[in-house]
């Protein structure tokens, strides 16, 4: 079974840092593209960024980029969000995903599946 579990959420105080992990099993994980996406209360999920499988190409939300670092390490099956300059809006439960084909890869939704468990951000003083 496809599997992606993210983590390294937590309490932060605004203009902190935090880097989330997501660990992926049960397929080929250096084949697909890797994104990331949150969903506050109340809010639509919102896509944020997108690395491709061999970590060549990244997308960013315009909501995120230059704040938010993606990376991936295909040996440790492992995608990182380095999320820097928080604010308080940043709150929410940041999910992974991996894409449904290997050679998509964006903030769109739709072109993603099998969602992990997300980890809460609280963004806050």
């Known amino acids: 079974d496809v599997q992606l579990q993210a983590s390294g959420g937590g309490l932060v105080q605004p203009g902190g840092s935090l880097r989330l992990s997501c660990t992926a099993s049960?397929?080929?994980?250096?084949?697909?593209?890797i994104g990331w996406f949150r969903q506050a209360p109340g809010k639509q999920r919102e896509g944020l960024s997108c690395i491709s499988s061999n970590g060549g190409s990244t997308y960013y939300a315009d909501s995120v980029r230059g704040r938010f670092t993606i990376s991936r390490d295909n040996a440790k099956n492992t995608v990182y969000l380095q999320m820097n300059s928080l604010k308080p809006e940043d709150t929410a439960v940041y999910y992974c995903a991996t894409t449904r084909s290997r050679r998509a890869c964006g903030v769109n939704a739709g072109i993603f599946r099998s969602w992990g468990q997300g980890t809460q951000v609280t963004v806050s003083s």
């Open positions: 049960g397929f080929a994980f250096d084949d697909y593209s």
